[in-house]
């Protein structure tokens, strides 16, 4: 059975909770609730809300049990932009795009008849070895060489 649950006008643009939702599929829900909590990013808060909702809704609504989920599908989608203006040097303007998005999480229990579970994707043994490394950020340096 599968149970989704949908955050709809996620203040975020879709490009940076796409990869926050790329790191979870496939894994268990526990296992995607505790990647979540000690990522870096504002991206992983809204999906954990979500995950968090859609677990809520498979044990409140069809009576599931939590060890049983699995992430089936994270998609993050497009939502509409809201574009407004900066003020800049000389009386000009330039265009603000302050972007929302759709996160869709939909949970599975079902671990042969998705493909999840036999033999496709990741498989229980890799998830504990797996580590998930977020990009730093990394300084530019304003050195010059040779001047």
């Known amino acids: 059975m599968q149970v989704t649950s949908t955050y709809r006008y996620a203040r975020i643009s879709a490009f940076k909770a796409r990869e926050v939702t790329r790191a979870i599929q496939g894994r268990s829900a526990s296992d995607a609730l505790d990647l979540l909590a ?3 990013k504002k991206a992983a808060l809204l999906v954990k809300k979500t995950l968090k ?4 809704n498979a044990e409140n609504n069809n009576s ?5 989920l699995l992430v089936k599908e994270a998609v993050v989608g497009e939502g509409p932009t809201s574009k407004r203006f900066r003020a800049r040097a000389r009386g ?3 265009p603000l795009r302050k972007r929302t998005s759709h996160i869709r999480i939909i ?17 229980g043994n890799d998830q504990a070895t797996q580590t998930i490394h977020w990009p730093v950020k990394e300084q530019k340096c304003a050195q010059r060489s040779g001047e």
């Open 64 to 68: 599931l049990k939590v060890d049983t």
């Open 38 to 40: 000690f990522s870096p």
């Open 53 to 56: 909702s859609a677990i809520a």
């Open 107 to 123: 949970l599975s229990d079902d671990v042969g008849s998705d493909g999840i579970g036999s033999g496709g994707g990741r498989s």
């Open 92 to 94: 000009s303007a330039s």
